[in-house]
T-cell receptor, first 112, second 111 residues
């Protein structure tokens, strides 16, 4: 158990819908990262927050957004969902001054 | 060309074998190198984290980095069926930065 929690474990929804994925980092970690894992693209970095501020952005679609709250948990919002958004979404956290990132168990999103 | 390349396998070995997993990368700016293990549909688990060229050992695992040839390796000694998983190498430019992952190598250790 990495100490990073993610909810829900599974999400099944329809095209065009909007969903919110939640992540709680390890105690004491200030950085939260979001990654998407699909069969064809592998693990891809989406976005990073550090202590509430956006720090880095990867190949995140405009339909996707994220935020980190004062209690350091983070939410990833996915809207206007398409079939191709079906994937595993992982959250990771780190202390912030070292780059050892610890991953949560992931949320499996299925868009029908 | 992908920034980090891995042979996807699958790689099948008998129990007790020494396993060698490899990655190559193209960007000489990478400074930090990691190996993660991922069991089917689970979150990646950090195995090794290295910065400099050379070897780093942790139990049955040894990570090797050769920055001059942009080549990183993970060796698993006395492999066990429980080592059956996908192994992902990951690189990054700086501390606290995004990880660039290889595609992963699927390993199967047969009893």
């Amino acid at each position: 158990d990495s100490g990073v929690t993610q909810t829900p474990k599974h999400l099944i929804t329809a095209t065009g819908q909007r969903v919110t994925l939640r992540c709680s980092p390890r105690s004491g970690d200030l950085s939260v990262y979001w990654y998407q894992q699909s069969l064809d693209q592998g693990l891809q970095f989406l976005i990073q927050y550090y202590n509430g501020e956006e720090r880095a952005k990867g190949n995140i679609l405009e339909r996707f957004s994220a935020q980190q709250f004062p209690d350091l948990h983070s939410e990833l919002n996915l809207s206007s969902l398409e079939l191709g958004d079906s994937a595993l979404y992982f959250c990771a956290s780190s202390v912030g001054v070292v780059n050892e990132q610890f991953f949560g168990p992931g949320t499996r999103l299925t868009v029908l | 060309q992908k920034e980090v390349e891995q042979d996807p396998g699958p790689l099948s070995v008998p129990e007790g074998a020494i396993v060698s997993l490899n990655c190559t990368y193209s960007n000489s700016a990478f400074q930090y190198f990691m190996w993660y293990r991922q069991y089917s549909r689970k979150g990646p688990e950090l195995l090794m984290y290295t910065y400099s060229s050379g070897n780093k050992e942790d139990g049955r695992f040894t990570a090797q980095v050769d920055k001059s040839s942009k080549y990183i390796s993970l060796f698993i000694r006395d492999s066990q069926p429980s080592d059956s998983a996908t192994y992902l190498c990951a690189n990054t430019y700086n501390q606290g930065g995004k990880l660039i992952f290889g595609q992963g190598t699927e390993l199967s250790v047969k009893p």
